[in-house]
């Protein structure tokens, strides 16, 4: 097959992992050739398009929490990319209050500020979400809300002042010979490339065609926006209801609310990462609605199923894999951590060190000898513990 292009580096995926990779790989001056294929960058029809953008940096995982910290060192230098208003964890039992302590410890033992604070105290913080009759909160007053369409967009941007080329395409399939990845057939021709990186989001299992199970498994999710209202003359903190699965904030012009608590539905996407609405989410919405002050009157004005990727064990894959020479993945990545994974990634393609308890937790390779459809059953049941993670470091 005759080549229509070449290229040093292709990225299938122009979403904010496929972003910022992109800008990462361009600002080595080292004049490699960096492609991003997508099927439209004028409106991201993947995960980064519909994200709620809560950035909370404390994960159960030191890795997560690494890479959630160098992501907002990232996108604080965009302006317009993240608003430092703070998150907050709300405990509405003694037994929860038990489980923010912890979380404030090991918090602080990894260098974030963040402090147990009175219900009074939250209700003050996020008076539009927060009832003052709960038990306390745990405040990280560095957390925030990411834009991501805002931060995928700077991030193409600069790339491609770096050189960087932006392709419109469907791609069809990926090449390999003799071991290594040569290129990849597109709705626009073929190019050449020794080096593919996989940044595709719910779509990987699609071109995953490899001898490992790579086990990202889209699923259902729902939130809702509220009705508009006048922008409030203070920022409120985005808020985390941990017993209960249950998320809020307020995105400016309007009030946003989702929740983890419903059966674990595993979605096929089609072309958006925005499934049909499930019957049993409107029930889910107003058990969660049921947290919110009445003062506030929230109502859905809209409601959308949010497609997003599980693995079995709540962590991304982000490596190479082996059964071809040049070929990496960049999956199931947050926006929380998506800046630190491409940054990450991009060391490991330019040779230089990366940190050995990092790799082998995002190991794309680590289920390898799995069965797939044991592994999805995994992923599912992680979903209603969306916060925890189960590295083996």
């Known amino acids: 097959m005759a080549a229509q292009q070449t290229s040093d580096i292709v990225i299938i995926g122009g979403g904010i992992v496929g972003s910022a990779l992109a800008y990462f790989l361009t600002t080595s001056g080292d004049g490699k050739k960096v492609t991003v294929i997508d099927r439209t960058f004028a409106q991201l029809k993947g995960s980064t398009g519909c994200a709620p953008g809560f950035v909370g940096q404390f994960n159960e995982s030191e890795v997560l929490t690494r890479l959630a910290k160098d992501s907002v060192k990232e996108y604080l230098k965009i302006p317009g990319g993240f608003d430092p208003v703070g998150g907050l964890e709300v405990a509405t039992s003694n037994a929860g209050l038990e489980r923010l302590n912890w979380r404030l410890t090991t918090a602080k033992e990894r260098g974030l500020k963040a402090k147990i604070i009175s219900a009074l105290e939250a209700a003050e913080l996020a008076p539009d979400l927060v009832k003052p009759n709960n038990v306390a909160a745990l405040h990280f007053p560095e957390d925030g809300t990411a834009n991501a369409t805002v931060i995928a967009a700077f991030f193409q941007s600069e790339a491609r002042t770096k050189g960087a080329e932006l392709c419109e395409a469907e791609v069809n399939e990926i090449h390999r010979a003799n071991g290594r990845v040569t290129g990849v057939t597109t709705s626009a021709g073929f190019i050449e490339a020794p ?19 790579v086990p990202v498994i889209p699923v259902a999710h729902p939130y809702m926006y509220g009705g ?26 309007f009030f946003g609310l989702g929740s983890y608590d419903h059966k674990p539905l595993a979605e096929q996407p089609k072309g958006t990462a925005v499934g049909n609405w499930v019957e049993e989410f409107d029930a889910t919405l107003d058990r969660a609605l049921k947290l919110i002050p009445e003062k506030t009157e929230l109502a859905a004005r809209e409601k959308f199923n949010g497609i997003f990727s599980m693995t079995p064990d709540n962590m991304p894959l982000v490596g190479e894999i082996p059964v ?12 929380t951590h998506a800046a630190g994974s491409a940054k990450f990634l991009t060391r490991m393609l330019r040779g230089e060190p990366v940190d050995a308890g990092v790799q082998k937790a995002l190991d794309p390779t680590r289920f390898q000898g799995r069965d797939l459809e044991s592994l999805k059953r995994e992923s599912l049941l992680c979903y209603n513990s969306i916060y925890s993670t189960h590295e083996s470091l």
Not at 195 to 212: C, E, K
């Open 195 to 213: 080096t593919i990186i996989l940044a595709t989001g719910i779509w990987t299992p699609s071109l995953a065609d490899f001898d490992i199970p």
């Open 228 to 253: 508009h209202h006048e922008p409030k003359s203070y920022k409120s903190p985005f808020v985390r209801y941990p017993e209960y699965h249950v998320y809020a904030r307020d995105h400016g012009a």
């Open 324 to 335: 071809a020479k040049g070929l990496y993945v960049a999956a199931a990545v947050w926006v």
